[in-house]
């Protein structure tokens, strides 16, 4: 008997399409328009109420009960087990006309699940149980656009282990979710006895017999494509093995999740069951009256489903896992082909028109793919005997391209974790809360591990093994930025002044005194954390320990509490005498520069950075500042406080450069004031008639070092044309011709060693060099970049100066530049645990040996990336240790070291280290591994390196964590579920872009400065932030008593998100752009611009103007706190939609979700890495050909 209603619940659950749900028990399936929508019920979750008839889609419930379960029954099968069927009774149908739902509690509102329902079955809210510390994650996200309740939302963070993750899947054919593959050695503290197996999963096929037929009255309807056409008859793959399967599975791509966490592994689903296979489909002639069953059509050379998938049922949500629904579907597109004759097909999600049936003798089934057909099922009474007559082929229908909406967003994955930390500070020792991510405006309260915004890592759990790495296919790197700046509300960092003696130091290793030694023997001894050598401690420093091992004296030791500190060494750390900084401002005077207004804009730049409008230095206390001007001879000037004027001073020749003064070449700020000022407002009318064109660039850098030798600072120039005269003359050597060859790279290397030679004695004197140029023509930044790369600086491009346009721009950088916390003559090492090592660095830096970093200068937005690697086996119940130190000199003349100290835990398991992998930093970290690789391999392979990098990277994954999904499916781990996105864009970047369109000059710039770019910048830097700016909240736009600003929601960059009648606001850490529409309304023109035509708007305008409306001063509160979170100025651009010759391209171009920079759109080529994934499996032998 038991068989019998076995088969009557797979006719249930088969007679019509599942909805892939979001992962909500009692989610009702929203119909076609006008038939159904979501609603609250008062147990909390979406229930559908009827409007009219009722609609065809109903809920979807769970399977039966997995072989080896038994006591667990459906959702759908009332308490007592199944009824029996009646005599005449034959397959249940959805209601029509009217008729009561067959399950009232899935209908109606308000009612709750049957008690032995995965719903009901919930594990309850609250403290969740205790969870080994090497299973920690980051939760997923809801899709942008989501409704609310349609995903599971993240609960508070517990503080003992963190719940079980959910790997991204883009679906594969029509009516799949996927599910990721369990790890072995894994157990889920959350897996209770009796949980289905498959509880998202469909029930076993049911034979085509057993569909119900069409009603006659609609089998009178014209064929619709697409929405209600069967599938096609099995076809022969001609495009390699897997593929067709591949391009299905991405047009009804969607999120998946995961169902109930099984008893092998936490955090990577469950393996999806083998369901009887299915038989082919056949024609029978339909009963007169029957209701059709909706299938669909795909492309016929398409892939079947794979059995065991989750055919569109809501699954169960779990603590802590989110998942993805398809609400929002856009409605069929235009026919898209991105590579070759493959077409997308679309997937029956909730958002589609109606569409009428096709008549039934045309509808058929695929069978499985290696699979055996089924035997028939014995038919339900009342059952007509069906007919099998032969296949007719169905006629191709167009295939709509794959919604942007449902593949993955970083908007969704920012907001979400911006919201996680907007009111709750991030407790830095915590080994269950994951590190924010860069993009986010978070508070850290510094409890042992340094504050994230010093120190990253690619992944927050150490593999313990050089092989377990190698599986995995990801770097082991840190992104070091030592003196980044705290937020207003952060602790600021403590210093430490041990006397003569120096800070306690492992005699062995040298690390510093740190949280995370521990000391022994009554505190007489401490063990380093680092080589685990046992050290004697100075008498000077002991303490008694009290009962659990710590020093009775740790309230009053910061270097025993905070995972950053500072130290204050004595002399035998000096190289020489600390004193404050010096600024030398050294301007070429040439012919280029008067004519093309940089000298005037120079002069006024210098003066707004040294002095606020009240007319009080802006350098730190003790700092001195000089000037000096140059074209073919080198001009010092003595600006000694005594003077009425300043003294001019020309050293002509400038093959043996000297410095004429001793006295009075660096002043301070304020005492001689007035005399700089009036230097600087006689400059431009002192060389205004100025014909000699050669700047001599190399003599001012060689004069200065001298001048700084023995004390050290930055020297900032402005040069506008190649130096073709004096020490260090250069050629023009740029040929369009290599663009785009093996050879282009030798364009990306100085012509000689000169600048390169100069640059490393600037280091030995403790000069930093920051430069910026304004060719009108080639400079050669190859060559004259190497002084700020060596030394720690930076250098700032302006081709074809245009005072109208960059002069903010220049002014602001130039200011922000001086305003920056600044250290100088500096040293930087990098200590690890025993069994780790220290390989490589990447940045500007200079380097005598393999362990020290030297550096002439460094400020708050400089970045290093360090890659790691074994040196041994790992101890999995002993964390691994850094310690970054820098020893400097501060602004203000102090000499110290600032350490930074990380700990984190060591795993064994491939899905930990997935599993706490931090995307921002590993693409920041590939980055500049690729610009590094750039200088030596030509840019194509680079470019093909990195995407294989993602390839790989996400093929590990999927071979090692997720190997039992589908073929057809795209499986992303979810804290790497962006990277395809952000490998896209640094394809599209101007340091590694393809095109034909790129100088050397421009490429080499952004090269070097995405070399030394911090991981917050990084990210807007590839992905820009865009907020709509009309329509705002009151809230939006207002600052708090805090000082922090609400933005308006983020939008994905995108051209098909802009409104035409709207406003946006773009910012990429770089510029900032506002974009206004043709259609956008006249009085928010009147009350932003105060203006009442678009063509009124002036696109000249670098500052916003300042009228009093609501929206004005919100867009010039939210533009203003964006330029306040960025380490450089944000130039305002105003870009008016077709009116634009110069603007809209370069707003366009920052879009980088589109097709542009000679590279694909996203979802292009995400197509292209799946495909790239599928073929890695192939050649793997993780898949078989199909």
């Not at 082991?476 to 980044?484: C, E, N, W």
């Not at 005399?675 to 100025?690: G, H, K, M, R």
């Not at 952004?1006 to 992905?1023: D, H, K, P, T």
């Not at 000249?1100 to 330029?1123: D, F, G, K, W």
Request: aromatic share 8%; glycine share 8%; with cysteine.
């Amino acid at each position: 008997m038991s068989a019998y209603p076995q088969q009557q619940l797979q006719q249930q659950q088969q007679q019509r399409p599942y909805y892939a749900g979001p992962g909500q028990g009692h989610q009702g399936q929203q119909g076609p328009p006008g038939q159904g929508q979501f609603a609250q019920s008062p147990n909390g979750f979406p229930q559908q109420q009827q409007k009219g008839p009722p609609s065809p889609y109903v809920n979807a419930r769970p399977g039966p009960p997995m072989p080896g379960q038994p006591g667990v029954r459906p959702n759908n099968m009332p308490p007592g087990g199944p009824r029996p069927m009646q005599p005449g009774q034959g397959a249940p149908r959805p209601p029509v006309n009217g008729a009561p739902h067959p399950y009232p509690h899935q209908q109606q509102p308000g009612v709750r699940p049957h008690p032995g329902s995965p719903s009901a079955a919930r594990p309850p809210m609250g403290p969740r149980p205790p969870m080994p510390m090497n299973q920690p994650l980051r939760t997923a996200s809801p899709l942008p656009g989501q409704a609310p309740g349609m995903a599971h939302a993240p609960s508070p963070r517990p503080t003992h282990a963190p719940p079980t993750p959910t790997p991204t899947t883009l679906n594969g054919p029509p009516g799949q979710h996927a599910q990721a593959s369990p790890l072995q050695q894994q157990q889920s503290p959350y897996a209770r006895a009796g949980t289905p197996l498959g509880h998202n999963q469909p029930p076993p096929p049911v034979p085509f017999q057993q569909q119900l037929p069409p009603q006659p009255q609609q089998q009178q309807q014209q064929q619709q494509p697409l929405q209600q056409q069967a599938p096609p008859a099995p076809h022969v793959d001609q495009n390699g093995p897997g593929m067709n399967g591949m391009y299905n599975q991405m047009a009804g791509m969607s999120l998946g999740s995961n169902g109930p966490v099984d008893q092998q592994a936490p955090g990577f689903g469950t393996v999806p069951p083998q369901g009887p296979p299915q038989v082919p489909s056949a024609e029978y002639k339909p009963k007169a009256g029957a209701r059709p069953k909706r299938v669909f059509a795909t492309d016929p050379s398409a892939a079947p489903p794979a059995q065991g998938m989750n055919n569109g049922m809501p699954p169960l949500p779990q603590p802590g896992i989110n998942s993805y629904d398809q609400n929002g579907m856009g409605q069929q597109q235009q026919q898209q082909q991105p590579y070759g004759s493959q077409q997308f097909g679309q997937p029956p999600n909730q958002g589609y028109p109606q569409q009428p049936p096709i008549p039934y003798q045309q509808q058929q089934q695929q069978p499985v793919m290696n699979q055996p057909p089924m035997p028939q099922q014995p038919m339900g009474m009342g059952q007509q005997q069906q007919q099998f007559r032969p296949q007719q082929p169905i006629q191709p229908v167009a295939k709509p391209k794959i919604d942007p909406d449902q593949i993955p967003s970083p908007v969704a994955v920012q907001e979400n974790d911006q919201a996680q930390w907007d009111d709750t500070p991030f407790i830095t020792s915590s080994k269950t809360l994951v590190t924010p991510l860069a993009s986010s405006d978070f508070m850290a309260i510094d409890e042992g591990n340094c504050n994230p915004r010093f120190f990253r890592m690619t992944t927050y759990n150490v593999p313990n093994t050089e092989d377990l790495l190698s599986t995995a296919q990801m770097p082991m790197g840190l992104v070091i930025q030592p003196l980044a700046k705290l937020r207003a509300d952060e602790a600021p960092i403590e210093t430490v002044d041990f006397g003569d003696a120096g800070p306690a130091r492992c005699r062995r290793c040298k690390a510093y005194i740190n949280p995370y030694m521990v000391f022994t023997n009554g505190g007489q001894r401490f063990v380093c954390n680092l080589c685990l050598f046992e050290n004697e401690i100075d008498p000077n420093y002991f303490c008694n320990l009290d009962m659990s091992g710590r020093r009775l004296d740790i309230d009053q030791r910061p270097e025993l509490r905070n995972g950053t500190i500072e130290f204050a060494v004595p002399k035998e750390y000096w190289n020489k005498t600390p004193a404050a900084a010096a600024y030398v401002f050294a301007i070429d005077v040439s012919w280029n520069a008067v004519q093309s207004g940089m000298l005037v804009n120079c002069v006024e730049g210098i003066k707004e950075a040294l002095w606020d409008t009240n007319g009080v230095s802006r350098l730190a206390p003790g700092a001195q500042v000089g000037i000096l001007t140059y074209d073919k001879t080198v001009h010092f000037y003595n600006l000694s406080s005594g003077l009425e004027q300043a003294q001019m001073m020309v050293v002509p020749d400038v093959d043996d450069v000297f410095v004429p003064l001793s006295d009075g070449f660096l002043v301070s700020p304020e005492t001689s004031k007035s005399i700089v000022e009036a230097l600087l407002d006689t400059i431009p009318q002192l060389f205004a008639e100025n014909k000699i064109t050669e700047p001599v660039i190399g003599a001012v850098v060689q004069a200065v070092r001298m001048a700084l030798e023995n004390r050290g600072g930055k020297l900032i120039m402005f040069q506008t044309a190649l130096p073709v005269f004096g020490p260090g003359a250069l050629k023009h050597r740029e040929d369009s011709k290599l663009y785009g060859t093996d050879k282009e790279r030798t364009l990306f290397a100085p012509q000689d060693d000169f600048y390169k030679k100069l640059a490393e004695s600037c280091v030995d004197a403790g000069l930093s060099i920051d430069l910026f140029l304004f060719p009108n023509a080639y400079i050669d930044v190859a060559s004259l970049g190497c002084l700020p790369s060596i030394t720690g600086g930076e250098s700032h491009m302006f081709p074809n100066f245009n005072p109208v346009r960059d002069a903010v721009k220049f002014k602001g950088n130039l200011a922000k530049l001086v305003a920056r916390p600044f250290g100088y003559n500096a040293l930087m090492r990098v200590r690890c645990s025993t069994g780790l090592r220290i390989t490589e660095h990447f940045g500007n830096f200079h380097m005598k040996n393999s362990t020290d970093l030297e550096l002439a200068g460094i400020d708050s937005e400089k970045a290093f990336g360090v890659l790691v690697k074994h040196d041994g086996k790992l101890d999995e119940k002993v964390e691994a240790s850094f310690q970054v130190a820098l020893l400097y000199t501060t602004a203000d003349g102090l000499r110290r070291v600032r350490v930074h100290n990380f700990s984190t835990p060591v795993t064994t398991l491939l899905g930990n280290v997935f599993r706490w992998a931090d995307m921002d930093t590993t693409i920041n970290f590939l980055a500049k591994g690729a610009i590094a690789q750039g200088l030596s391999k030509p840019l194509n392979d680079v470019r093909e390196a990195l995407t294989e990098k993602c390839v790989k990277i996400l093929s590990a994954y999927r071979k090692n964590c997720a190997s039992s999904t589908a073929p057809g499916q795209l499986i992303l781990p979810e804290s790497y579920k962006l990277f395809p996105l952000y490998a896209l864009t640094l394809l599209k970047s101007k340091s590694l872009r393809s095109g034909m369109d790129m100088n050397s000059d421009i490429r080499v710039h952004n090269m070097r400065m995405l070399r030394s770019m911090g991981v917050s910048e990084s990210i807007a830097f590839f992905y820009p932030r865009m907020v709509p700016v009309f329509d705002m909240e009151e809230k939006v736009g207002v600052r708090s008593a805090t000082g922090r600003v609400l933005f308006p929601p983020l939008i994905r960059v995108s051209v098909a998100r802009l409104n035409p009648a709207g406003a946006y606001l773009l910012e990429n850490g770089q510029c900032m752009f506002l974009w206004l529409g043709r259609d956008i309304p006249s009085n928010y023109l009147m009350d932003v611009f105060g203006v009442s035509s678009l063509d009124e708007v002036d696109p000249s305008l670098r500052h916003l103007p300042e009228i009093e409306s609501q929206t004005s001063n919100q867009l010039r509160t939210v533009a203003a706190y964006m330029q306040e979170q960025r380490g450089k100025y944000l130039n305002l651009v105003v870009v008016r939609q077709g009116r634009g010759q110069h603007e809209e391209p370069e707003f366009l171009s920052l879009l980088a979700e589109d097709k542009n920079n000679d590279a694909m759109s996203y979802v292009d080529y995400l197509c292209a890495i799946h495909r790239k994934i599928q073929n890695e499996a192939i050649k793997n032998g993780t898949i078989s050909h199909m």
